[in-house]
């Protein structure tokens, strides 16, 4: 059984999440390696205001609406 240092290498070299190397299952994440620490931001955001909504109710937060504008103008420009 490798050490816990060794399996995240293993992981790393063969681009699967631990789960998978461990357990067969297929996580859902992205490759952010190659993406530029901007983008990797904005994804970052967008995540944390979907898990955590800093608006309460509304469908769209001016925050969202924010995350959503920067990323169409990073992704698609």
Same mark, same amino acid.
């Given at each position: =059984?490798? +050490?816990?240092?060794?399996? @995240? @290498?293993?992981?790393? @070299?063969? %681009?699967?999440?631990?789960? #998978?190397?461990?357990?067969?299952?297929?996580?859902? +994440?992205?490759p952010?390696?190659? =993406?530029?620490?901007?983008?990797?931001?904005?994804? +970052?955001?967008?995540?944390?205001?979907? @898990?955590?909504p +800093?608006? %309460?109710?509304?469908? *769209?937060?001016?925050?969202?609406?924010?995350?959503l504008?920067?990323?169409?103008?990073? *992704? #698609?420009?």
């Amino acid at each position: =059984m490798p +050490t816990l240092e060794n399996a @995240a @290498a293993l992981a790393e @070299a063969l %681009h699967v999440s631990l789960d #998978y190397l461990l357990y067969g299952e297929k996580s859902r +994440t992205l490759p952010l390696q190659k =993406m530029s620490e901007n983008r990797v931001q904005l994804l +970052t955001d967008l995540a944390q205001e979907f @898990a955590a909504p +800093t608006s %309460h109710g509304a469908a *769209f937060s001016d925050r969202k609406l924010d995350i959503l504008r920067r990323l169409y103008q990073e *992704f #698609y420009r």
